[in-house]
């Protein structure tokens, strides 16, 4: 079964940090692309981040670019999503996705998709 899990959402105050984690199973990431998107009430899912199958290029959608760090741990077939200084307009479902094309942060061209996590921000 392929499968994606994602974990680590939370509620957090603004300015905190969190640290999302996406776990693959029934298949290795390491060929992947893999993307972070969200989701937040009355919205349009979005693309955050993704990560080249080599690592070799990382994009962010500027809102987070600074602030967000998307990377890929091999041994664990794992990819991370650190957000730091978060703001109230973070909060949303967050997503992990993995797709075979070159790296992009549109919702069709990914293949496999977790289930969600939610991020809270507020205080």
């Known amino acids: 079964q392929v499968q994606l899990v994602e974990s680590g959402g939370g509620l957090v105050q603004p300015g905190g940090s969190l640290r999302l984690s996406c776990a693959a199973s029934?298949?290795?990431?390491?060929?992947?692309?893999i993307g972070w998107f969200r989701q937040g009430p009355g919205k349009e899912r979005e693309g955050v981040a993704c990560?080249?199958?080599?690592?070799?290029?990382?994009y962010y959608i500027d809102s987070v670019k600074g602030r967000f760090t998307i990377s890929r741990d091999r041994a664990n077939n794992t990819v991370y999503l650190e957000m730091r200084s978060l703001k109230p307009e973070d909060t949303a479902v967050y997503f992990c996705?993995?797709?075979?094309?070159?790296?992009?942060?549109?919702?069709?061209?990914?293949?496999?998709w977790g289930q969600g996590t939610q991020v809270t921000v507020s205080s």
């Open positions: 996705a993995a797709s075979l094309s070159g790296p992009a942060m549109l919702v069709r061209t990914y293949d496999y």
């Open positions: 029934g298949f290795t990431l390491d060929f992947y692309t």
């Open positions: 990560i080249s199958s080599g690592d070799r290029n990382t």
